[in-house]
């Protein structure tokens, strides 16, 4: 059997009870970083082998990994934060078990783009989650199709290239299409800055950004 387990945004108190359980009973856990989740593990005092699946190995391991499940063992798949296969490695091997009929199961727990969305201010009605958007082909087609987007958009996006992504967005969206930017969630430097896409652009070309962002972009 593999368990996908949602791991802490930040907040190491952010686990649910369950989880925690399915940790300590699992034969081997696979993570994206060993160093990152051994301080989680280490934290609840959880010791199971741990075994890297992050995405430069996974198409090379998925069909050892399958035959461990086959023959038995049960495991669990962590991520560095938030829910396992949202913008982070999980397709692969889910599909895999599900083709060899292994049962999978996902924990409810932490995504980063949840609590991002709800505290908005914008429509959470209906919206459109975009990962991470391409840095190159593809991306002028995207960004005009996003110009016409009715449902709320939704993006992940990395400090370095978040003021670059806000004023193609004000050039593609237009300077008032209302906008919240969530940096750091669940951490002690947690910020949520609302306002116009222009505003919010603004604001952050006056400062140095850092943390993992979430977008988050009313529709047309």
């Not at 201010?121 to 991470?132: D, M, Q, Y």
């Not at 996006?157 to 806000?166: A, G, N, Q």
């Not at 193609?168 to 609302?194: F, I, P, Q």
């Amino acid at each position: 059997m593999l368990y996908l387990v949602p791991t802490p945004l930040g907040n190491l108190k952010d686990i649910t009870l369950r989880a925690l359980e399915v940790l300590q009973q699992v034969d081997l856990i696979l993570c994206e970083d060993t160093r990152t989740s051994s301080k989680l593990l280490q934290h609840y005092i959880i010791e199971k082998p741990l075994t890297p699946y992050h995405q430069h190995n996974e198409h090379k391991v998925v069909a050892h990994l399958a035959d461990q499940l086959q023959a038995g063992k049960t495991m669990a798949l962590i991520t560095d934060a938030g829910t396992p296969g949202i913008s982070d490695p999980a397709f692969l091997l889910v599909r895999e078990c599900i083709k060899q009929n292994i049962r999978v199961e996902c924990l409810p727990g932490a995504a980063a783009f949840v609590p991002a969305l709800v505290n908005s201010g914008i429509p959470t009605n209906r919206f459109v989650f975009e990962g991470f958007l391409p840095l190159k082909k593809g991306r002028q087609t995207l960004m005009k199709k996003l110009a016409e987007e009715e449902r709320t958009i939704v993006f992940y996006e990395s400090p370095m290239r978040l003021v670059k992504t806000l004023e193609e967005l004000v050039t593609y969206l237009g300077s008032d299409r209302a906008c919240s930017v969530s940096r750091e969630l669940t951490k002690l430097y947690e910020e949520n800055k609302r306002g116009s896409l222009q505003e919010v652009a603004d604001y952050f070309k006056s400062k140095t950004v850092k943390g993992e962002i979430v977008v988050v972009v009313a529709g047309c």
